[in-house]
């Protein structure tokens, strides 16, 4: 559902919602690498590839929410917030998301150490991500956080894996989905607390039309980096392809 420039008065909450909901028509999971990973079309290599470049995602993700939580002078909003930092980072006896998909990395046959040093992220991937996690920072809080609501679509692509992976990837050790089985549940607590911040805050016209195109930012984001690996794991043209075969793309955090 989109909405027209001519509107003057603002959506329902259940057509907003309806709106953002329908942006899922954007998500990564209909880009045809993700499909090719679905269908079991896709190449150790090119999993492992997708693993390692998403490991920048997930490392980020933390970093991101802390910059909303910096931003954002509502406690309350603050006390719920933080929960997403400790599922990636872990706390108690939980080893959070990042351990998780560092155990992913390695059932594909991935070196922990090769994660953590971030060699194999792609710059394209690398420019995206840090383009989220700086616009978390600048951006108004309640704008930063509702750039989340892609989690609306992810329970479906979490389970998607767990269904299909299994099956197509028998060389994938079963330790390593421990990350998607513990989204589901994570990801379907996010939605409900990102959904009610959007409803509350975008309550006119202006609002509504800037979240949805935010939302379409972050679903860029994440279209973008599929877009990176395809062309490094899928048609062989990693960045400089025609003037070196070496990874002479810089490495780390700049910023």
Same mark, same amino acid.
Not at 53 to 61: A, E
Not at 76 to 87: A, G, S
Not at 111 to 130: H, M
Not at 206 to 223: G, S
């Given at each position: 559902?989109? =909405?027209?420039?001519?509107?003057?008065?603002?959506?329902?909450?259940? &057509?907003?919602?309806?709106?953002?909901?329908?942006?899922?028509?954007?998500?990564?999971?209909?880009?045809?690498?993700?499909?090719?990973?679905?269908?079991?079309?896709?190449?150790?290599?090119? =999993?492992?590839?997708?693993?390692?470049?998403?490991?920048?995602?997930?490392?980020?993700?933390?970093?991101?929410? @802390? @910059?909303?939580?910096?931003?954002?002078?509502?406690?309350?909003?603050?006390?719920?917030?933080?929960?997403?930092?400790?599922?990636?980072?872990?706390?108690?006896?939980?080893?959070?998301?990042? &351990?998780?998909?560092?155990?992913?990395? %390695?059932?594909?046959?991935?070196?922990?150490?090769?994660?953590?040093?971030?060699?194999?992220?792609?710059?394209?991937?690398?420019?995206?991500?840090?383009?989220?996690?700086?616009?978390?920072?600048? @951006?108004?809080?309640?704008?930063?956080?509702?750039?989340?609501?892609? %989690?609306?679509?992810?329970?479906?692509?979490?389970?998607?894996?767990?269904?299909?992976?299994?099956?197509?990837?028998?060389?994938? %050790?079963? &330790?390593?989905?421990?990350?998607?089985?513990?989204?589901?549940?994570?990801?379907?607590?996010?939605?409900?607390?990102?959904?009610?911040?959007?409803?509350?805050?975008?309550?006119?016209?202006?609002?509504?039309?800037?979240?949805?195109?935010?939302?379409?930012?972050?679903?860029?984001?994440?279209w973008s980096m599929l877009d990176s690996m395809s062309m490094a794991y899928e048609l062989n043209r990693p960045p400089y392809h025609s003037v070196t075969q070496q990874a002479v793309w810089h490495k780390g955090r700049l910023l």
């Amino acid at each position: 559902m989109s =909405i027209s420039t001519t509107q003057t008065s603002p959506m329902t909450p259940q &057509e907003f919602e309806q709106a953002l909901r329908a942006k899922g028509a954007f998500y990564h999971i209909h880009h045809p690498y993700h499909i090719a990973m679905h269908n079991g079309q896709a190449t150790r290599g090119q =999993i492992q590839g997708w693993v390692a470049n998403r490991f920048y995602y997930q490392t980020s993700i933390p970093l991101k929410d @802390a @910059a909303i939580m910096a931003n954002c002078p509502d406690a309350q909003t603050r006390r719920k917030w933080v929960q997403r930092i400790l599922d990636h980072d872990g706390h108690g006896g939980s080893e959070g998301g990042i &351990e998780a998909w560092l155990r992913l990395g %390695e059932a594909v046959g991935l070196d922990r150490d090769v994660l953590l040093s971030e060699e194999r992220v792609l710059p394209g991937v690398r420019f995206a991500v840090d383009a989220y996690v700086n616009f978390a920072r600048r @951006a108004v809080w309640q704008e930063a956080a509702c750039s989340s609501l892609t %989690e609306l679509f992810a329970p479906q692509i979490h389970q998607a894996r767990l269904d299909t992976w299994p099956q197509h990837y028998t060389w994938i %050790e079963e &330790e390593g989905y421990g990350y998607f089985r513990s989204r589901l549940s994570q990801a379907n607590r996010d939605v409900e607390h990102g959904l009610q911040l959007a409803l509350e805050y975008c309550d006119t016209v202006e609002k509504q039309q800037r979240m949805l195109e935010i939302l379409q930012f972050k679903l860029d984001i994440l279209w973008s980096m599929l877009d990176s690996m395809s062309m490094a794991y899928e048609l062989n043209r990693p960045p400089y392809h025609s003037v070196t075969q070496q990874a002479v793309w810089h490495k780390g955090r700049l910023l």
